[in-house]
């Protein structure tokens, strides 16, 4: 801004009385004190230079200067990091093969929440049966990576009143969440993408190895994934068992036959988490969806699929760590023992907590730093 003389001259003026006022009283107290005044200037600048006093001084400005530029550049970094409601809209372009006839999705939307850093590592994250991308949204607050989580196909609770949003197949589900990871990476193409699925949405991931393997054109280059909780066969999907036998028009029956099936406190606690969520969405599509996740696994105490499917995954992956919660202890020692059989060491692992203290903030952070370290 130019240097304006004229107002300088017109505050002057108008303030003539009072700069006179305070000239005249300065000239008085110097000229009385004048030997005193100069004494303790004096005083001041020896004891300021002996002991490198001014050099600390001045360390201590420039330290306080740069702690100010940091502060303002973090809060102005902060308000770049706020989480973005977005979408992606549906083309038929974007399917190889053709859709049933009652899969309508062509025209509307898949929707997604966003945190943009300047983190090298894009993290992608899945959610689990009825939720949706905001129960990763504690999370997606703290990570220093860049986050983007999407909601499958009609999961938000706005979209249950929509009927354009009806129930659709499983794989027409994969097929839309691939077409927005490859979205994101043409987005982003210097980032590293990491992948992380919640309980059936790690189940997506491998349902989308399946595609990158019969399509290898349309497999975007995966850094890393980390699966929390997926399903092995039926005997881990006791709320998606339950949820594909729902009649979604008369659903209080079955809603509260689901209710009396935990044996504890903890798990009457994430069954209702769930069923919470569950009802706020359009309860055909996440019937249909649970319906076919039941019919995608096998019966508990078989284990073939799945360690055909996680080695699949494997193979397009750079590092993959698969973690369960306490809700699958029984399992555990099980599936570490057939993995070892097939060489595969290193992966698997059990941590103490519960299963929705998975997709909280402080383990996901803890577990998500730790892999992308590594990359």
Not at 8 to 33: D, E, K, T
Not at 176 to 190: D, F, S, V
Not at 302 to 326: C, I
């Amino acid at each position: 801004m130019p240097f304006d003389t004229e107002e300088l001259a017109a505050l002057v003026s108008r303030r003539r009385a009072v700069i006179a006022g305070a000239g005249g009283l300065g000239s008085l107290l110097i000229g009385i004190y004048s030997d005193e005044a100069r004494d303790m200037i004096g005083w001041t600048w020896s004891h300021v230079v002996a002991g490198g006093t001014l050099v600390v001084l001045a360390a201590a400005a420039v330290f306080s200067a740069a702690w100010w530029a940091r502060g303002r550049l973090e809060r102005r970094r902060e308000l770049h990091r706020e989480i973005v409601a977005s979408s992606f809209d549906i083309h038929a372009d974007d399917f190889d093969g053709d859709l049933p006839s009652d899969h309508a999705v062509i025209g509307r939307e898949l929707r997604y929440i966003e945190r943009r850093t300047s983190s090298s590592h894009l993290v992608v994250l899945l959610h689990g049966l009825g939720l949706d991308a905001g129960d990763f949204r504690s999370f997606m607050n703290v990570a220093p990576q860049h986050t983007v989580a999407i909601t499958a196909f009609g999961h938000n609770a706005d979209e249950a009143r929509d009927g354009r949003y009806r129930a659709i197949g499983l794989a027409t589900h994969t097929d839309l969440i691939n077409g927005a990871i490859n979205n994101l990476c043409r987005q982003y193409p210097n980032k590293k993408l990491t992948l992380v699925g919640f309980s059936v949405g790690a189940d997506m991931l491998f349902q989308l190895a399946e595609l990158w393997a019969d399509h290898p054109d349309r497999k975007p280059r995966v850094s890393s994934a980390l699966l929390l909780d997926p399903n092995i066969n039926h005997s881990t999907m006791i709320i998606t068992g339950s949820v594909a036998q729902l009649n979604p028009e008369e659903p209080l029956a079955e809603l509260k036959r689901i209710v009396n099936i935990p044996q504890s406190p903890i798990e009457f606690q994430n069954i209702c988490e769930y069923l919470h969520k569950i009802t706020e969405k359009d309860l055909h599509l996440v019937q249909r969806y649970a319906c076919d996740l039941w019919g995608y696994w096998e019966p508990e105490g078989q284990y073939d699929l799945f360690f055909r499917r996680f080695e699949q995954l494997q193979a397009v992956s750079g590092t993959l760590r698969v973690l369960f919660s306490t809700h699958f202890e029984r399992h555990f020692n099980e599936v570490v023992g057939l993995a070892r059989q097939r060489g595969i060491r290193q992966v698997f692992d059990l941590r103490r907590v519960d299963h929705f203290d998975l997709c909280r903030e402080t383990f996901l952070r803890r577990e998500v730093d730790a892999l992308t370290r590594r990359r």
